[in-house]
């Protein structure tokens, strides 16, 4: 990271020379201005990776200039200052992209380490987008991971922190949703990389031949073992070794993976002597573990040794706006593979696909696409070619519909620190709620009391305190 430089914006001649001494003994270069017009100038200055904006400010406040430099991406993190921290106030800077705020008169000590924190933010910001920008090299179609939204932003930063460190890592994620790809990325961004990558799919292979084929065998180990043969533990030897389906192997099996993660060596089948193994272990599932704990499929110590880092992948219904990235991705993967003529989606089905529900995620959509492209005659492919099924159109539920919208509101949030989410959160979940039902009754509140299953003069409390006009309501 650069050195970093350092805006202070407030029209208090007071707080500006104790800000600019306060990072001069930092060694921080700073820039001030005392109006917000200055400010957002003085924004456009290369290099800025800090701005303390004070909310109140001539000629332009705080928020506007937060706002304006959000629209035109400015990279800086940005501080909020005001003297009347109001929940109002607060949630408007952080939804406008505020890093953080501090209230007036502040302690030093907890600017500082408002401050540090924001500074390794933007360095951790800086490490993702190049990480970012290495993973989506096309330079093989399986270490390749597409995406821009929110949540594999989120993705790409956790991959940033886990690949370097030689960290056990469980991948959790609906099937289809990417889980190998993302491993192979963690192996090729750690320093195992130079390494195999071995992946054994526990749900494909028999019960039976499991063991072996993870430990391997001796000689005359069992009927038809005519020599020795390596598992895929020690093939996987100073490299990374991928467990998918993990939540298929059997209860025994479980044990002997435990005593591998914990001791670092296994016997291979009718061995005698314990082979050591230096080996990082990523596994991956789409069962829900800790249900499976409960129901004594799975191994408690098992899990708490696998899920060192977890790393949840969402479904594609849930990043629609990656869909486009995706199938642009696998249509010109097999104009290559297939050495066929370039063919683009008509405007019908790409709006197709964007609302497509996906069960099958991103699997789904490139199974969908080469099944297109080789079936289709024409290079313009048509909703007719996807032959989507029409009853999964737009089924998302209300869960995932909220979840979309919710995320990226925490993902801003997610700094403020002093607010509680759920404070924060609940009343816009609340007030649509209680607007639409006393709609329903047309503002007869004992009806909508009924309805939502609470007592009269709670409901009149919420109206109150959520500041629903009942006026408006009525007409």
């Known amino acids: 990271m650069a050195a970093p430089k350092v805006?202070?914006?407030?029209?208090?001649?007071?707080?500006?020379?104790?800000?600019?001494?306060?990072?001069?003994?930092?060694?921080?270069?700073?820039?001030?201005?005392?109006d917000g017009m200055e400010a957002a100038r003085l924004l456009e200055t290369p290099g800025i990776t800090l701005a303390l904006i004070d909310i109140n400010m001539p000629g332009?406040?705080?928020?506007?200039?937060?706002?304006?430099?959000?629209?035109?991406s400015c990279p800086a993190a940005f501080i909020i200052m005001t003297a009347e921290s109001t929940m109002e106030s607060t949630l408007a800077a952080m939804k406008a992209g505020a890093f953080d705020y501090v209230t007036k008169p502040f302690d030093l000590g907890e600017l500082d380490i408002i401050v540090e924190r924001a500074l390794e933010t933007i360095s951790l910001r800086e490490k993702v987008s190049r990480l970012t920008e290495r993973l989506t090299e096309k330079l093989s179609d399986e270490t390749v991971f597409i995406g821009k939204s929110k949540a594999v932003q989120?993705?790409?930063?956790?991959?940033?922190?886990?690949?370097?460190?030689?960290?056990?890592?469980?991948?959790?994620?609906?099937?289809?949703?990417?889980?190998?790809?993302?491993?192979?990325?963690?192996?090729?961004?750690?320093p195992r990389k130079s390494g195999p990558f071995i992946a054994v799919n526990s749900a494909a292979v028999p019960r039976d031949l499991m063991e072996s084929e993870l430990f391997g065998f001796e000689k005359g180990a069992f009927t038809g073992a005519v020599e020795a043969k390596k598992g895929k533990f020690e093939l996987a030897g100073e490299g990374t070794i991928f467990l998918d389906e993990i939540g298929d192997m059997a209860l025994d099996l479980q044990a002997r993976l435990l005593?591998?993660?914990?001791?670092?060596?296994?016997?291979?089948?009718?061995?005698?002597?314990?082979?050591?193994?230096?080996?990082?272990?990523?596994?991956?599932?789409?069962?829900?573990?800790?249900?499976?704990v409960i129901e004594k499929k799975f191994r408690?110590?098992?899990l708490y040794r696998l899920n060192g880092v977890t790393i949840e992948l969402p479904p594609l219904r849930l990043r629609k706006g990656d869909v486009p990235l995706l199938a642009s991705h696998f249509l010109d993967r097999f104009r290559r593979e297939f050495k066929t003529d370039a063919r683009t989606l008509s405007p019908k089905a790409l709006e197709a696909i964007e609302s497509y529900y996906w069960p099958g995620n991103v699997r789904e959509l490139e199974n969908c696409l080469r099944r297109a492209i080789l079936l289709s005659p024409g290079?313009?492919?048509?909703?007719?070619?996807?032959?989507?099924?029409?009853?999964?159109?737009?089924?998302?539920?209300?869960?995932?519909?909220?979840?979309?919208k919710l995320k990226p509101f925490i993902d801003r949030t997610e700094q403020a620190g002093k607010q509680?989410?759920?404070?924060?959160?609940?009343?816009?979940?609340?007030?649509?709620?209680?607007?639409l039902v006393l709609e329903k009754s047309r503002g007869n509140q004992v009806q909508a009391a009924e309805v939502l299953g609470i007592n009269r003069n709670t409901l009149r409390k919420r109206i109150k305190l959520l500041k629903i006009n009942l006026t408006k309501i009525k007409e």
């Open 60 to 72: 332009k406040d705080g928020l506007a200039v937060l706002k304006e430099a959000a629209e035109a």
């Open 379 to 404: 290079l313009v492919l048509t909703p007719a070619d996807l032959n989507l099924p029409e009853s999964r159109q737009r089924r998302e539920s209300l869960e995932d519909i909220i979840t979309a």
């Open 7 to 34: 805006l202070i914006a407030d029209d208090d001649e007071s707080i500006l020379w104790v800000l600019e001494r306060f990072f001069s003994d930092k060694k921080i270069e700073c820039l001030k201005a005392g």
């Open 420 to 435: 509680e989410l759920y404070d924060l959160i609940m009343p816009f979940l609340e007030r649509p709620l209680l607007k």
């Open 300 to 302: 408690e110590d098992l």
């Open 154 to 190: 989120g993705v790409f930063k956790t991959i940033g922190k886990v690949a370097p460190k030689d960290v056990t890592t469980l991948i959790t994620g609906e099937s289809g949703t990417g889980k190998e790809v993302l491993a192979r990325l963690i192996h090729a961004n750690s």
């Open 259 to 292: 005593r591998v993660i914990q001791e670092r060596e296994f016997y291979r089948v009718g061995g005698k002597e314990p082979i050591r193994v230096d080996v990082r272990i990523i596994a991956a599932t789409n069962q829900d573990l800790d249900k499976a």
